[in-house]
């Protein structure tokens, strides 16, 4: 019975990874076939694991690998030369945009400091 229940899971998590692929490389034509390869073969050359524990972590990888395509993976248009357009679907991309901003080198200076510092503040003794 456990085994009808993993290959119930193990269906389900490949269909999810499926479909995610899909929303991911909407018109993509090129991603879509190099993705729906690439799972397609992770997903056989696993298909005789039979250990519980290691068929449990490999569900737990492709549920990540699941969750990041629909929510960090993001497709960008060449517009010109030099610009591209960000395809970004409120839905799926939640997360505050911070704009990049180049610092000059006495600024870069100051921080990279400021970070060494609070590191060493951080740092405990592993007699502590």
Request: proline share 2%; glycine share 0%; with cysteine.
């Amino acid at each position: 019975m456990a085994s009808n229940e993993i290959r119930k899971q193990v269906l389900t998590t490949f269909k999810l990874v499926h479909r995610a692929r899909l929303l991911c490389f909407r018109n993509d034509t090129q991603m879509l076939n190099a993705a729906k390869h690439q799972i397609n073969e992770e997903f056989k050359k696993n298909k005789t694991v039979s250990d519980p524990v290691m068929v449990q972590n490999l569900l737990t990888f492709a549920q990540d690998v699941e969750h990041e395509l629909r929510t960090q993976v993001v497709q960008a248009e060449r517009v010109n030369e030099k610009k591209f357009k960000l395809n970004l679907d409120p839905e799926r991309h939640t997360m505050d945009n911070i704009p990049y901003v180049e610092l000059d080198d006495e600024t870069y200076k100051k921080w990279k400091e400021e970070k060494k510092k609070s590191s060493k503040k951080n740092e405990k003794c592993c007699c502590d």
